[in-house]
């Protein structure tokens, strides 16, 4: 979310266990870092930091993340950390504040929307796990969500089930294109 770095570490104590007791900055570090080391030394297990929605996080948490994982002067990476989000996640880490985290980063992948042939596949497959065994999109509409979705899964979940909801309402066997542009008026 679009949290504070405290609130941020808040959650990483909480997902760790621990009690966070204090709201300084310094001592909520030193808590994640000895648990982190605790992990890797103590018990022998790799840590990973996923942190998904990235991209809705306020640029002063890009500005001190970096802190979190530095250990021994960058020597070992003991707390890798994986920033998942939408493409404005890139631009948030071209600012100036966000160089220090930025000149960590060891790979970086964009994923690219399927084609209109995957998001068939990809909508039959779900049509088929609600039990409907035959295809309910004209092909028309199957290139409306493409279209519309730029070939990402979530923007097409929501108007392949928009333009069901539409064609339904319309007493229609099949979901046309046009079911497809009402919905998106209504989603997007």
Known sequence: SACSILELYRQILSELGIDVGSTSRAVMIRKIKHEVLEFVHGKKMKVVLI???ASLFQLGVFAELHTLI?????????????LAGQTNLIDNLTYRNSMPLASRVVGKCHLQGVDKKGMEEYITHHLSIAGVNHNIFEDAAMTAIHQGSGGLFRKSNHLARGSIIVAARKKSAMVTAEHVRLAATEIF
Do not use: A, C, M
């Open 70 to 82: 530095q250990f021994e002067k960058d020597s070992k990476p003991f707390l890798p950390l994986v």
């Open 51 to 53: 942190i998904d929605e």
